[in-house]
């Protein structure tokens, strides 16, 4: 079974309006005749909320996915400072990352949140790119499986079996996010086969659908090499997204 690959640029807190629609522009430039077609992977850019419609305006209609970066559970109520699935839905926007460790790290994200937001935004129509991975304590220790088996496991709880393929899951090991230090490819190899066979367990039909990105300093110099690997269909790239011309140097890399 053939996975389109993903690569799903994760902008965090950087871009204004203005500045997103510069950067799409570029892209746009950049990627000209090569949207949409056979040798491009599908593409996502990960937006601040703020720039989520300005994004959808400027990317006009090509094959350009916009995603947020975070999202509530509950469609509307009273929580102070939370955006909701219809709310990104209206912005054009497609998806959502969901769990990501800077998300876990300084704003509390739990498992259990994750185990409500996941549904909630499969129900809502939105691609959700899960996020996990271990710790650099967690994998000295031995434990990255433990972890990975927790945090997929939670998060997936209340996804029925048949739309499990419909997720999206991100690899995304705390210690390479941002260091310069990408995992190597027998890690990640490793890791997202283990995610797989956890997946694999509650569906197989699931297990071979559903993609697996790897995340952790992604950039033009070593992403050829993780689009080789068997289980995992594309990248989560935070601080090489942020240049269009490193952006695109990457997507590139996934064709074929
Ligand atoms: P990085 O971030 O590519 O800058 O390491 C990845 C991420 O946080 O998704």
């Not at 998806?95 to 460790?101: D, I, K, P, R, Y």
């Not at 000295?140 to 209340?158: F, K, M």
């Not at 996010?177 to 490819?185: E, F, L, N, V, Y």
């Not at 490793?190 to 071979?208: C, D, G, T």
Request: proline fraction near 5%.
């Amino acid at each position: 079974m053939a996975r389109r690959p993903l690569v799903a640029g994760n902008w965090k807190m950087y871009k204004t309006v203005e500045e997103t629609r510069r950067y799409i522009d570029q892209l746009v430039a950049l990627l000209d005749g090569e949207l949409g077609g056979p040798n491009l992977p599908e593409l996502a850019l990960c937006v601040p909320f703020t720039s989520l419609a300005a994004a959808v305006e400027r990317v006009g209609g090509r094959p350009i996915a916009v995603f947020a970066q975070n999202m509530h559970h509950e469609p509307e109520g009273p929580y102070t400072g939370e955006v909701s699935a219809p709310m990104l839905l209206e912005c054009g926007c497609s998806g959502v990352v969901l769990g990501h460790s800077e998300r876990r790290t300084y704003f509390g994200e739990t498992d259990r949140a994750l185990a409500l937001k996941v549904p909630a935004a499969l129900a809502a129509g939105l691609t959700p790119i899960l996020c996990v991975g271990e710790s650099e304590a967690q994998r000295e220790a031995g434990e990255t499986e433990r972890t990975l088996r927790h945090q997929v496991g939670e998060a997936l709880s209340g996804v029925a079996d048949d739309q499990l393929e419909r997720v999206v899951i991100a690899y995304e090991p705390v210690w390479a996010i941002g260091t310069g230090k990408r995992a190597t490819a027998e890690q990640i190899e490793e890791a997202a086969f283990f995610i797989r066979a956890l997946v694999e367990a509650r569906s197989h039909r699931a297990a071979e659908r559903l993609r697996i990105l790897y995340g952790g300093s992604v950039s033009e110099d070593n992403a050829a090499e993780l689009f080789e690997l068997q289980n995992v269909d594309g990248a989560l790239v935070g601080g090489a997204s942020l240049d269009p011309q490193r952006f695109a140097a990457i997507a590139r890399s996934a064709r074929g």
